[in-house]
């Protein structure tokens, strides 16, 4: 599966701002979907994912209650929607997928085997 994140920009914190991820197939129920992020100098984190048969949602702490994660099956695409975005937001962000992933693995950016070419998202205060 090839992946392709798109959207991303600059915005001013408070902001909403929606990412896209777009897969070259479709793809099986059993696949998780998954935004990361890597901001300059640090390690790519967690941001949200989600189970492609729409079972579960997972959050990192950090923007729980700001951004969504979601999909559209029939248009192969994922998304992640963010609001009241803040300067600590900036970074890089990336989709990924992975078949068969289990929950304790689901934060984790190794268990992931397809990646898109990350978008950034620049937050300004």
């Known amino acids: 599966v090839q992946l392709q994140a798109s959207g991303g920009g600059l915005v001013q914190a408070g902001d909403s701002l929606r990412l896209s991820c777009a897969a070259s197939?479709?793809?099986?129920?059993?696949?998780?979907l998954a935004w990361f992020r890597q901001a300059p100098g640090k390690e790519r984190e967690f941001v949200a994912a989600?189970?492609?048969?729409?079972?579960?949602?997972y959050y990192a702490d950090s923007v729980t209650g700001r951004f969504i994660i979601s999909r559209d099956i029939v248009k192969n695409m994922g998304y992640l929607q963010m609001n009241s975005l803040r300067p600590e937001d900036t970074a890089v962000y990336y989709c990924?997928?992975?078949?068969?992933?289990?929950?304790?693995?689901?934060?984790?950016?190794?268990?992931?085997?397809?990646w898109g070419q990350g978008t950034l998202v620049t937050v300004s205060s």
């Open positions: 990924a997928m992975a078949p068969r992933i289990i929950l304790s693995s689901i934060r984790i950016p190794s268990a992931y085997d397809y």
């Open positions: 989600l189970r492609w048969n729409g079972g579960s949602t």
């Open positions: 197939r479709r793809t099986s129920s059993n696949y998780a």
